[in-house]
């Protein structure tokens, strides 16, 4: 099965639709009469396709297991032609498309069945997807390029005692974003030296400046007062939101202290300096977080640089 540990929980809808058709006028009469030999077609069919949706990972092998929060099929007659739509939501990490589908195939096929005694031309037409929301692509805004940054604040990196993972992992999950990071730098765990560093990428017009390091609580740990006294605007879900998702999988991430928001028009991270925990943040964050900038553009305009 495809990993999905990595994605996030959110409202997931999908909706198929299935088609049979009968060939004889009298087949409509007897279903809508409730007068077909094996049953009432309708509610029988329903049944089955509500089974049929819950019972989805137990019949395709690379499905996962997910909590159904709603299941809807109605029937649409016109003509000789039966509309069969399911719609299914979820909240959890993939989508409900398979579970729509499956869902229509059933209830199609559980129709078949009742009523090829009376009608052996009946037969079953295109199933197919109709929508699907809540998916990754729905939270991805298409903006234009930010100037971004990311500096890895650690005494023993910048003494070339060690190699930088984090601030590199960071990199390459914001290209994963189509974002370029046009400066990549290594400082010391040094209160005044990074306030200095994230002055003069305000200044230099940068818009997502993201900080590797020091948010932990060693004595050296400094990053969150270098930066919180320079956000004008704090935006405290952010790391609250990547806390969340790090608590999920390691009960260590509730010891990070990184804090999050505006300075100016440039919007700071501060992120964990292990690979990990840097990692698992901008899995958490992006690419979500891009949202704010369509808001910001609204609502900073009017803000000095």
């Not at 070339?160 to 974002?179: M, N, P, R, S, T």
Request: hydrophobic share 40%.
């Amino acid at each position: 099965m495809v990993n999905i540990t990595h994605k996030h929980n959110t409202l997931r809808k999908a909706i198929a639709q299935a088609t049979l058709q009968v060939s004889l006028p009298a087949t409509i009469t007897a279903i809508r009469a409730r007068q077909v030999p094996k049953g009432d077609v309708l509610e029988f069919s329903r049944a089955a396709g509500l089974l049929a949706i819950k019972k989805t990972s137990d019949v395709i092998p690379d499905c996962h297991p997910l909590p159904v929060e709603y299941a809807c099929i109605s029937h649409e007659i016109e003509d000789q032609c039966i509309r069969i739509q399911v719609e299914v939501h979820t909240i959890y990490r993939t989508g409900v498309e398979v579970e729509a589908m499956h869902g229509a195939a059933i209830t199609a096929l559980t129709m078949y069945d009742m009523l090829k005694p009376i009608d052996p031309q009946v037969s079953i037409g295109e199933i197919k997807l109709l929508e699907k929301k809540g998916g990754k692509s729905d939270y991805a805004d298409k903006l234009p390029s930010l100037l971004c940054a990311v500096i890895v604040c650690s005494d023993s990196i910048a003494a070339g005692k060690k190699q930088d993972a984090a601030g590199k992992a960071i990199v390459q999950q914001l290209e994963q974003q189509h974002l370029e990071t046009a400066t990549y730098e290594i400082i010391p765990d040094d209160l005044e030296t990074i306030r200095q560093k994230a002055l003069a990428l305000k200044a230099a017009g940068y818009q997502l400046v993201i900080f590797c390091g020091g948010t932990g609580l060693s004595p050296r740990d400094v990053t969150p007062e270098a930066i919180a006294p320079l956000l004008d605007r704090p935006v405290p879900g952010i790391m609250e939101a990547a806390r969340q998702y790090g608590r999920e999988r390691t009960p260590y991430s509730m010891l990070s202290r990184g804090v999050a928001g505006f300075s100016g028009n440039m919007l700071v991270l501060t992120l964990p300096g292990s690979t990990k925990g840097a990692t698992e943040s901008m899995q958490a964050l992006f690419p979500h977080l891009l949202h704010i900038f369509k808001v910001a553009k609204g609502a900073r305009h009017d803000v000095a640089q």
